[in-house]
């Protein structure tokens, strides 16, 4: 009895492959009943034409194959893994491969067909793993529905088996097997063919049918096989446009291809994704979008979103497709933040920061920080801790903001630090008070900032010049600016052109050759100085022999760096550390 059920499940599935392989218009099916065992064998011929009398002359080529009926409870599995016995590998390698075709029957006898399909390259691959074992478990997949796809897996296993024929190496069964000869290979081959390729695209076929990738070595005329691919994804890029009517809104997109699907990716946050119905024929499409990215992309891809719900369509390249319904789903959540990030993007442009915000790269338990900027110019009921700075630098993702908390009664007031009016005060050597600049007080990690405004430093600074002592302490502010550029960080180029209208405006005070050697030492960063300037410079050389700072300065701006050395060498280690925080020392490779 127990030999009949076996025998009857054997039946129902070579039933099955015979059925599949009728169907089919260009493959026909012999299998062949062992009535001693449990075991149907028999072969697939390929032909290369849809002639239902498969001439010879149509006749590509044929395949081994062997059939296994399993019953089970659920047949509707993409994948499956099966036991195939070290006897059975041995079989199919003795005949340059075969197709292993396993069928699950559930109670009802309904059907469903997977296979693996075994090359010389699987199947030395499959010995060396099962060494002394008896059995190996492979991973077996869902016989395609579509015919073609069927059709060419059968017309690709005929190809690859002649290729593979005599050349796999059993020394080299991995494409990391050949890394200590890739000195050897003279080109890398991969191909795939259909059986009709009029119907479908390439990229269609590549993803859907197993590909194997052989190398030729120098100076022999063979293809070695080195490694299977069996999912295949294809990327294009810009192969085509997303826009509305006649405006192209993403001219950059990317195409992926995947188990004989496209997949069209725009912007930062939108996925157009294809379906296909039992025909073969394109029956579905789903558009969606996931805000991310950089604030500016995430507005383009919302007012895209805006712009494709008022149409309801879009067009990819000429064509118009419509709105799907999912995504009418989430419109009036991703409306709402789009409203958001706009106002987030009038904020930072209040504050004359042009860099993107990046909001990617802002961690979610630091999301609080956007709200700051969302309080900016507002009062808020509450006053400043102890020991908390009312001039503090707030790091957003990308973004360094310098802010300034005014304090007010019972009110506490967040403000850009470049459009607010301060009354700053500072005292000279005597104990005189004066209004200096309320800029004055940054040092350089405070003009690494986002919201950097070089007009307004500028005048801000030098309107205040009414006592002695002022320009002594501009100079101070222009070395820190220039320790500002030299970090290559925030508004880069404005740091620069403030440094020379600073310097230059120092300049023209009563005679101080320090102001004229912080311009040159600053001009030296972009461009090599004039002749006349170098003549200056070596008669100023001779005037300063009382000050080794002055004459080491000057020697760095004559590039005369060994004698700088020798300078330093003998200053006191304090002085020599004073010496080499001043900007003009990053000058040197001392």
């Not at 309904?110 to 010389?120: A, M, V, W």
């Not at 001219?251 to 992926?256: G, H, K, L, Y």
């Not at 023209?508 to 912080?518: A, L, Y």
Request: proline share 3%; glycine share 4%.
């Amino acid at each position: 009895i127990l030999e009949e059920i076996i025998m009857n499940i054997e039946q129902e599935a070579t039933n099955a492959v015979r059925t599949s392989i009728i169907r089919n218009p260009y493959l026909s099916a012999y299998v062949d009943e062992n009535d001693k065992t449990p075991v149907w064998d028999g072969f697939v011929n390929v032909y290369i034409d849809k002639n239902p009398n498969h001439p010879k002359s149509s006749l590509f080529g044929r395949v081994p194959i062997q059939v296994k009926g399993k019953k089970v409870q659920n047949v509707l599995k993409n994948r499956i893994a099966f036991r195939v016995s070290k006897d059975d590998l041995r079989a199919f390698n003795s005949e340059g491969g075969a197709i292993f075709l396993v069928v699950l029957i559930n109670e009802k006898y309904e059907t469903q067909i997977y296979y693996k399909d075994l090359l010389p390259l699987d199947l030395s691959r499959g010995l060396k793993k099962v060494a002394k074992k008896k059995s190996i478990a492979l991973d077996f997949r869902r016989i395609p529905n579509d015919e073609d796809e069927l059709a060419n897996l059968f017309l690709n296993f005929v190809i690859n088996r002649k290729k593979q024929s005599g050349t796999v190496d059993d020394e080299k069964l991995y494409f990391n097997d050949w890394d200590n000869s890739l000195h050897s290979i003279e080109k890398y081959v991969f191909s795939c063919s259909a059986v009709d390729r009029s119907t479908k695209s390439p990229f269609e076929i590549f993803t859907t049918t197993p590909v194997y990738l052989y190398v030729k070595p120098k100076g022999f005329n063979v293809e070695i096989p080195i490694d299977r691919i069996d999912n295949g994804v294809i990327t294009a890029n810009n192969i085509h446009t997303i826009g509305i009517d006649d405006d192209i809104v993403y001219s950059e997109t990317r195409t992926v291809w995947q188990h004989g699907l496209p997949s069209i990716y725009f912007g930062k946050g939108w996925t157009l994704k294809f379906y296909k119905d039992k025909d073969n024929s394109y029956s579905k499409i789903d558009l969606s979008i996931n805000l991310s990215g950089t604030l500016d992309e995430r507005i383009k891809d919302g007012e895209f979103l805006v712009a494709v719900i008022q149409k309801e369509y879009f067009m990819l390249d000429e064509l118009k497709l419509p709105l799907n319904g999912s995504l009418k789903k989430d419109v009036e959540k991703i409306l709402e933040i789009l409203d958001s990030l706009k106002t987030l993007k009038s904020i930072l442009k209040s504050l004359n920061i042009k860099e993107d915000l990046e909001l990617d790269k802002l961690p979610d338990n630091e999301a609080w920080k956007i709200d700051i900027l969302f309080d900016i110019n507002k009062e808020m009921k509450r006053k400043l801790a102890d020991k908390e700075h009312p001039l503090q630098r707030i790091n957003i993702a990308n973004l360094n903001i310098l802010i300034f908390m005014n304090e007010n009664e019972d009110n506490l007031r967040i403000e850009d630090y470049f459009s607010t009016k301060l009354h700053v005060r500072g005292s000279d050597d005597r104990g005189v008070n004066h209004t200096i600049s309320q800029f004055l007080l940054l040092k350089a990690e405070d003009l690494i900032c986002s919201n950097f405004v070089l007009e307004n430093i500028y005048d801000d600074v030098v309107k205040f010049n009414s006592w002695d002592g002022y320009s002594q302490i501009v100079n101070n502010f222009l070395l820190e600016v220039i320790r500002a550029y030299d970090a290559n960080k925030g508004k880069h180029e404005d740091l620069y052109q403030l440094g020379v209208k600073i310097s230059q405006w120092l300049c023209e005070q009563p005679d101080n050759f320090i102001h004229r050697m912080n311009y040159l030492q600053l001009k030296k960063r972009e461009e090599r100085l004039s002749s006349n300037e170098i003549e200056d410079l070596e008669n100023e050389l001779t005037k300063s022999e009382g000050d080794w700072s002055v004459t080491a300065g000057i020697l760095i701006l004559l590039e005369r760096i060994s004698e700088v050395r020798d300078i330093l060498e003998k200053q006191s280690l304090e002085d020599q550390i004073i010496f080499k925080n001043y900007p003009i020392f990053s000058l040197t490779s001392i």
